[in-house]
């Protein structure tokens, strides 16, 4: 390959990924959006990849190499894994009290989530739903009491509030939004970034061909007046979110709650079940570490046998 044709490639953020097509953007705006594919049959690119792409065209482009990634994002099962995204600096994992959000769910994202070495921070919506609210405020206050941060917004009822509340903590990161579907993600975004959904039509129009569909993750650079230096991933609802790619210490390093008591077991390959001498378990009944939580841990963690 002659090597002016080395040097012809571009740097690129991929800001939506489809099957095997992508969309691509410059990071300095130097070229217009566009839809990317890869060389061969490669698809390990996601929403976040750095990557560098050969210009094709006005509106086309080749995936040419995918830049060593600082975080990745993931779920799977006993036969995939699915990438959510690379290079986020933190996730909001979006909850509602209405339809009640679950917690085995929340539980196991931010397993991923603190595993992957991301922040992680809850984003309680629809909080102009006053009894639905106050029915999980318990609930908080055990995640508020492990240290993340618990931002209380209505995303769709009080905007301007929803913006004002988590600018500090967007400015300057990549935030990936995950969460069931139903607890107001999109709503979300759109009051962030105001042209979303526009944006969102003409990539899935690009990407699919003119089939609408927004069951693809998308990344939105924030206007600077409601966000410096911020982007946000906006990601399909999940009903399930599985965890096949964690080993065991993972998933048991990721229970905050439970990471003083190491060591403290009877036997040292404590599962911290009914073992007797469990520092965990004893620690559920003086009433230290929440029972919900250990409950749902076992859960978890049978799941995964
Ligand atoms: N009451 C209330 N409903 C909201 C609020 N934000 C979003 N919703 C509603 O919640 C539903 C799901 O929102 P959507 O953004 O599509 O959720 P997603 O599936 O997580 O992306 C929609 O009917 C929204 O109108 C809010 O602040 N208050
Ligand atoms: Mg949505
Ligand atoms: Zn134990």
């Known amino acids: 390959m002659p090597s002016s044709d080395a040097a012809a490639t571009e740097p690129a953020l991929v800001a939506a990924s489809f099957g095997r097509q992508f969309y691509v953007r410059s990071p300095t705006g130097a070229w217009a959006e566009r839809v990317a594919v890869t060389r061969g049959k490669r698809t390990d690119v996601c929403v976040g990849d750095e990557v560098e792409v050969r210009l094709i065209g006005p509106d086309q482009a080749v995936i ?21 995204a690379a290079n986020v600096d933190q996730a909001g994992v979006v909850i509602a009290g209405d339809p009640p959000f679950s917690e085995p769910l929340l539980m196991r994202m931010l397993m991923a989530i ?6 992680a921070a809850l984003i309680v919506n629809k909080c102009d ?9 318990p609930r908080l206050a055990v995640y508020r009491a492990l240290g ?18 988590l600018r500090d903590w967007l ?17 979300l975004v759109n009051t962030l970034v105001p042209d ?21 993750s998308r990344m939105f650079d924030l206007p600077a007046a409601i966000a410096a230096d911020a982007r946000i991933i906006d990601t399909p609802g999940f009903q399930s979110f599985g965890l096949a790619h964690l080993s065991e210490s993972q998933r048991m390093h ?21 073992e007797p ?3 965990i378990r004893l620690a559920v009944e003086r009433g230290d570490v929440d029972a919900l939580r250990h409950r749902l841990y076992v859960r978890i963690d049978d799941d995964a046998d």
Not at 129 to 137: F, H, K, N, Q
Not at 171 to 184: E, F, N
Not at 254 to 274: E, K, S, T
């Open 64 to 84: 040419e190499s995918l830049c060593a990634r600082r975080t990745t994002l993931q779920r799977s099962d006993r036969w995939r894994s699915k990438l959510l």
């Open 114 to 119: 603190e595993t992957a070495g991301v922040e």
């Open 129 to 137: 739903l006053g009894e639905a609210t106050r029915a999980i405020a």
């Open 148 to 165: 993340y941060p618990v931002f209380e917004i209505a995303a769709g009822a009080r905007p301007a509030a929803a913006r004002a509340a």
């Open 171 to 187: 400015a300057g990161r990549t935030t990936l939004l995950i969460g069931q579907s139903g607890m107001g993600k999109s709503t």
């Open 196 to 216: 979303a959904d526009l944006r969102t039509q003409a990539i899935s129009a690009a990407l699919s061909s003119g089939r609408h569909t927004t069951t693809f």
């Open 254 to 274: 990721a229970m905050r709650d439970f990471v003083p008591l190491f060591g403290r077991c009877r036997f040292n390959n404590c599962r911290h079940r009914d």
């Open 277 to 279: 001498g469990c520092a």
